[in-house]
């Protein structure tokens, strides 16, 4: 059974960081395409970054330099590093995984950005 569980979400200030934590079970996140969307009030889903089993990585525009997607085979943990933070990044990050046809993801873990 798949399971993909985030934390580290919370509130911060304008220009702060927060990391992401996106700790899977049920699949191994180095064999897989893993990926962090976010969904803000009255918008659709977005993708913010993604990482490959390669290695590759892509990235939102809106987040290139500011972000950043990796992982911790060992621990079998994706994270997301999220420097720089706006007001605009506020919203839902979800944990995604793409493994072996299917199609999995994680609960949620809220980001609000404000002074």
């Known amino acids: 059974q798949v399971q993909l569980v985030e934390s580290g979400g919370g509130l911060v200030q304008p220009g702060g960081s927060l990391r992401l934590s996106c700790a899977a079970s049920?699949?191994?996140?180095?064999?897989?395409?893993m990926a962090w969307y976010r969904q803000a009030p009255g918008k659709q889903r977005e993708l913010v970054a993604r990482?490959?089993?390669?290695?590759?990585?892509n990235y939102a525009d809106s987040v290139k330099g500011r972000f950043t997607i990796s992982r911790d085979n060992a621990k079998n943990t994706v994270y997301l590093q999220m420097n720089s933070l706006k007001p605009e990044d506020t919203a839902v990050y979800s944990c995604?995984?793409?493994?072996?046809?299917?199609?999995?993801w994680g609960q949620g873990t809220q980001v609000t950005v404000s002074s």
């Open positions: 049920g699949l191994i996140v180095n064999l897989g395409t």
């Open positions: 990482i490959t089993s390669g290695g590759s990585t």
């Open positions: 995604n995984a793409v493994w072996f046809g299917g199609d999995y």
